[in-house]
């Protein structure tokens, strides 16, 4: 082989054009959203904007639980003592499911993961195709500080290969979906 | 020293892990099995050796990039040249943030540099929190899977352990026993000052370090104690964050079946407000015996995801277990590894007893190793070299030629399939 044959394998093994497993098909984003995060043992609910407070109230209601200020104020518990936290996410990945939980503060990831139960509110606005579009969204040059992609529940098959869930993280996932607007 | 053959022949005789190593190995072939064709294999193996083979072309410029952004977002980049330096540097670390407590998130580099052992020796205690993990430091052993530390243990061997270690009652139910273990490192996280991890990525564009796990312990390492020591070996570098997601399709569907590992984590630097609360975020690149490899005709095993793949499908390691490697890593991966790292003079056990030559490793690694042909090159420069002595020599000569004939091949066969049907049967 001479040297150009070798340039020419070497950069057309980098052209490779990568299809993700979306691309060809067609699909409903908040369908596909929905179905791959039940698929990993994820709750899912869709609500209207106005209902999210009445909603979420079902979930935290008597129970020792934290919720975000911004959804409403809820005067209980810190994530270290609480079962249950309601937290906004940043976005939803349809591919697989996953809420993203991004900030600059080590605080903010600690209510998807300290207590037993983290309810994750998305809007479905926010529901993006696949990591493509997510990395896209959040280019290169200065990405906040700590960025959770969160997929199911914390779970582990260390003993033998016995699937148990909530090992350090949540044993139990909600995804709250807030309906776009203009559906009302 | 025990060589691999006579570690292999004392597994083999072993009842429990012969079960454990087949369950196990088993399900993971299913599970991988059962998901990687919802992505074109062939492309994206094909596109991730490109790209790993481009970081290992541009190694310096890429960690330069590296370093450049992720101390601009407030991380601190040291490069250590073996293992004693990366220990070094991490000793110094903990000690400028009077840490004491250090909790683990699973790391196969911190077991290459042997960090544990000497990190309790400067009296720091050094918790893994990887479940697996864990109950292999309660027992006082070594992983022997690079996924699943502990494979060779049965629950009812885990609760005895729990029961002896932790002052319990015994219990083999892993529900319970994961609950356990959930009370006992919570409070570890809670007062650790220090958290250790490895790195899955470290994205050169963005100066971030990425972390994939399933129970959670990553994500708790790097968020609740205060300082974050990273330790990657150099080739763990990607250009982009824009390939990400190549990997993060392709590791979790070979590694464990999933499309997506439950949490993926990205680390860059550290706020300014964590800053002032005396928070920070470190990394240690390590060479320890790289650019030697680099340099070599074996390079391309730098391209190593870690997936464990084909050691799920490598027929010895089925039987002879990750402890007969005597290795840090095991299966195919492990066997030219440990051979680059640790001398091919000194490991020719490796390539010659803990091979059949099946290929199956090649056609399963996620990043397109040629690991077989490695191995029968291995062979060969062991040969070269001498090392193994006259009579191997000569009949690893005398393979070479029946293997280049066809016909003194097929003859050749007769007797081995005869070996193949008398060993499958004591097996049985």
């Known amino acids: 082989m001479n040297s150009f044959d070798n340039i020419k394998r070497i950069t057309s093994e980098k052209n490779i054009r990568l299809r993700s497993p979306l691309k060809k098909r067609t699909y409903d984003k908040l369908q596909l959203f929905i179905k791959e995060a039940e698929a990993v043992s994820t709750e899912t609910m869709v609500i209207k904007r106005q209902n999210i407070e ?10 020792k639980a934290w919720v975000e200020q911004d959804i409403f104020p809820f005067d209980c518990c810190s994530t270290a ?58 280019g290169t040059a200065g990405i906040p500080h700590r960025i959770s992609f969160i997929t199911g529940p914390s779970k582990t098959a260390d003993i033998e290969l016995n699937l148990v869930k909530g090992v350090h993280g949540p044993g139990k996932l909600t995804i709250v979906i807030v309906e776009n607007d203009e559906k009302m | 020293m025990s060589r691999f053959s006579d570690n292999a022949t004392a597994a083999a005789k072993d009842k429990n892990l012969q079960t ?17 064709g919802s992505i074109d294999f062939e492309s994206y193996r094909k596109k991730a050796s490109a790209v790993k083979s481009d970081v290992i072309d541009h190694l310096s410029y890429y960690l330069d990039q590296f370093e450049k952004n992720a101390e601009k977002q407030g991380t601190k980049v040291y490069y250590a040249e073996d293992a004693e330096k990366a220990k070094e540097i991490a000793l110094r670390i903990i000690r400028d943030n009077n840490g004491s407590l250090v909790v683990k998130g699973k790391s196969m580099v911190t077991e290459e540099i042997g960090l544990n052992e000497f990190l309790q020796k400067q009296d720091i205690e050094v918790v893994e929190t990887d479940l697996g993990e864990f109950i292999i430091q309660l ?9 699943a530390p502990a494979i060779h243990k049965t629950k009812e061997e885990v609760g005895r352990l729990f029961a002896e270690k932790l002052h319990i009652d015994y219990t083999d139910d892993p ?77 979790p569907r070979a590694a464990t079946g999933q499309k997506i590992s ?16 005396e928070r920070s975020r470190h990394i240690i690149f390590i060479n320890n015996g790289r650019d030697a490899i680099i340099a070599g005709a074996f390079r391309n095993i730098l391209s190593c995801i870690r997936c464990g793949a084909c050691i799920n499908v490598c027929p010895v390691y089925g039987f002879a277990g990750g402890y007969s490697y005597r290795a840090t890593y095991p299966g195919p991966i492990g066997i030219v590894l440990t051979s680059l790292l640790e001398g091919i003079s000194n490991r020719s056990d490796l390539p010659f007893s803990a091979c059949t030559l099946c290929y199956a490793c090649q056609e399963a690694c996620s990043v397109g190793i040629k690991l ?40 050749s066969k007769a007797p081995i399939n005869m070996m193949i049907q008398k060993g499958t049967k004591k097996h049985e």
């Open chain 1, 54 to 63: 009445t909603e979420l109230k079902k979930l935290v209601n008597g129970k």
């Open chain 1, 81 to 138: 003592e609480a079962d249950i936290a309601v937290q906004k996410a940043d976005f939803g990945i349809a591919e697989t499911g996953t809420v993203v939980v991004t900030s600059a503060l080590f605080s903010e990831q600690l209510p998807s993961l300290l207590p037993m139960h983290h309810v994750a509110v998305v809007n479905e606005s926010d529901i993006l195709r696949d990591t493509e579009e997510l990395f896209g969204k959040l």
């Open chain 2, 20 to 36: 454990a190593l087949y369950n196990a190995t088993e399900r993971f072939k299913k599970l991988r099995a059962d998901v990687i």
């Open chain 2, 139 to 147: 027992a006082g052993e070594k992983p022997s899977h690079i996924i």
């Open chain 2, 175 to 251: 529900v319970k026993l994961t609950a356990i273990a959930r009370k006992e490192l919570r409070e570890k996280f809670l007062k650790a000052d220090i958290g250790i991890t490895g790195v899955n990525f470290a994205v050169a564009d963005t100066g971030s370090v990425v972390i994939v796990t399933n129970e959670g312990n990553g994500r708790m390492v790097t968020t609740v104690p205060k300082v974050h020591i990273a330790f990657a070996t150099v080739e763990k570098i990607i250009p982009s964050i824009k390939d990400l997601s190549l990997f993060l399709r392709l590791l």
């Open chain 2, 262 to 277: 439950s949490y993926v984590s990205f680390l860059t630097g550290i706020s300014k407000e964590e800053k002032k609360n």
């Open chain 2, 372 to 411: 077989t042909d490695m191995i029968r090159e291995l062979r060969r420069a062991a040969v070269d070299r001498k090392s193994t002595g006259k009579k191997l020599s000569i009949m690893m000569r005398m393979y070479g030629t029946v293997f280049s004939s066809p016909e003194l091949y097929k003859l």
